[in-house]
């Protein structure tokens, strides 16, 4: 029987995944920190894997802990399991050697395959992960300050205009904006580049 050990500080989650795992034939260990984490993986040599929430407690973050760990020599494979939807986030996670990333808004099934096609040596990230890194990847750049400042007040119902004289801007570099916004998350119109901008946590 495989030993995971699950790395989450919302302690509802954590008994809830714990129970699912459990029931698929896995054997659990728990930790809700960092230093609970590290503390088992010193005293424990029998870890098979890793499924780590992205963000911790204040200040800790669970992919750096892995990759803390395998600079130590300990090359424990790895799930980031997350509800993080952020630009950065995604990049961050697509470009790190972590074997496995599966969203927390992703049916519970796609947990367990993860689990399973890593446990057999594979890589695993899930099809909506995989979707929003695409999204990414298509953006073709991050947006500047103003860029989304911008987007917001369109967003927002705000003219050219209203825009221009809210940010001290002209109108001609209002539209140098938007055709930017438009271009870098490779959107047809405003709507769109909204939605998308949303969806990669650019504007709330």
Do not use: C
Request: net charge negative; aromatic share 4%.
């Amino acid at each position: 029987m495989k030993t995971l050990m699950i790395v989450d500080d919302h302690p509802v989650l954590l008994v809830g995944l714990s129970h699912v795992l459990q029931e698929a034939g896995y054997n659990i260990l728990k930790a809700t920190s960092e230093q609970q984490a590290e503390a088992l993986v010193r005293n424990i040599k029998s870890i098979d894997m890793f499924v780590v929430d992205l963000t911790l407690e204040t200040g800790y973050d669970g992919l750096r802990m892995v990759e803390r760990f395998r600079k130590e020599g300990i090359t424990i494979p790895a799930i980031i399991y997350t509800m993080h939807e952020e630009l950065w986030n995604i990049s961050a996670l697509m470009e790190s050697g972590v074997e496995g990333v599966v969203l927390k808004g992703d049916n519970v099934e796609e947990l367990l395959q993860a689990v399973k096609i890593v446990s057999e040596g594979g890589r695993y990230r899930s099809p909506a992960f995989a979707g929003l890194y695409d999204a990414v990847k298509s953006s073709k750049g991050i947006l500047t300050e103003k860029d989304i400042e911008v987007l917001r007040r369109l967003s927002d119902g705000e003219s050219t205009r209203e825009i221009a004289v809210a940010l001290r801007l002209g109108e001609k570099a209002v539209e140098y904006h938007r055709s930017n916004i438009l271009r870098k998350l490779g959107s047809k119109n405003m709507t769109e580049a909204t939605r998308i901008a949303m969806r990669l946590g650019i504007i709330n």
